[in-house]
């Protein structure tokens, strides 16, 4: 395949139909040196490069503009192995792809503007067991990042105890279909023998999203593609926004209501409370429950 300074070229795998598919592309060398190989999962007709970034799903490849370069992928049940130019080595590893547990078999080839492919060939191989750092399989482990949400698509109340995805990130496309407007209700808590002043609690989101800890609004913004600010690629990280905080001995609750305004790219939610050893909670209880009732107004006393 070819790229120009513009385009993006890639394969397709496990298809299960035209909005749900493993897409796996190169896009060509750019000054910046931002990676040029990435893994990014259609969901519900969404594209998820919001929400996959970082090492598992990206990697820094040499891809010259308008020189044919070689892509290709070897896709077991359990991982997809990518290897880019004449490599023996794969440059980068998806272990655990997103489609594996569809029975989507259909193959294909994706492009944008000005993208060039030959020479496509499908042939079986065999198996091959391939190792990731450990480091790389759950880059936020003990950085007290929220690895549980109780999820609610609004104004339908139907919860769902959600985990996080290996990045930390509540991945809402992979749950609904984004729409313009869609709103999600995502809540969790856990439990302080004592009051603590935390030096802060940091999140990221896309698209626009208002936080209520404890029942009192915190905070309330929007962050997508060419977002204002010198960072404007409307990736979801968990640190993008920081404030200081106070958390109350007993139960704390965090309520988070995400909604989607772009429609076609990553909807979801990261979030870090600056508390390291915190066990999140989110149970469907009903004092747990209770903060993602459509329309409840904590603040006041309604809950």
Request: with cysteine; glycine share 8%.
């Amino acid at each position: 395949m070819a790229c120009t300074a513009a385009s993006f070229v890639g394969l397709v795998c496990g298809a299960v139909d035209e909005n749900n598919f493993d897409l796996v592309y190169v896009s060509g060398n750019n000054v910046l040196e931002y990676p040029s190989l990435q893994y990014d999962p259609i969901m519900n007709g969404s594209s998820t490069w919001q929400i996959y970034h970082g090492p598992l799903y990206q990697a820094l490849v040499p891809v010259p503009h308008e020189e044919w370069v070689k892509l290709a992928l070897h896709v077991q049940p359990g991982s997809i192995a990518i290897y880019v130019g004449e490599s023996s080595s794969p440059a980068l590893v998806i272990a655990k792809p997103k489609h594996r547990h569809t029975n989507g078999r259909q193959i294909g080839v994706w492009g944008t503007a000005s993208g060039y492919l030959r020479h496509l060939t499908v042939k079986e191989a065999a198996s091959v067991e391939y190792a990731v750092e450990p480091a790389l399989q759950a880059p936020y482990c003990g950085q007290s990042v929220v690895t549980e949400w109780l999820v609610s698509k609004q104004p339908e109340y139907n919860p769902v105890r959600t985990a996080v995805e290996a990045n930390g990130t509540l991945n809402l496309n992979a749950l609904f279909t984004s729409e313009q407007g869609a709103t999600v209700m995502a809540a969790c808590s856990f439990e302080l023998g004592e009051e603590v002043e935390s030096p802060w609690i940091s999140f990221g989101f896309s698209d626009k999203l208002r936080l209520w800890v404890n029942g009192e609004l915190l905070y309330e913004g929007s962050w997508r593609w060419l977002s204002p600010g010198d960072i404007n690629d409307g990736r979801i990280r968990p640190d993008t926004v920081r404030l200081p905080l106070y958390w109350r001995k007993g139960l704390n609750t965090i309520r988070a209501e995400v909604t989607s305004e772009e429609v076609h790219f990553g909807w979801g939610l990261a979030m870090k409370v600056g508390l390291p050893g915190i066990t999140f909670s989110s149970k469907n209880s009903p004092e747990r429950e209770s903060i993602l009732v459509p329309g409840c107004r904590q603040s006041e006393g309604a809950c």
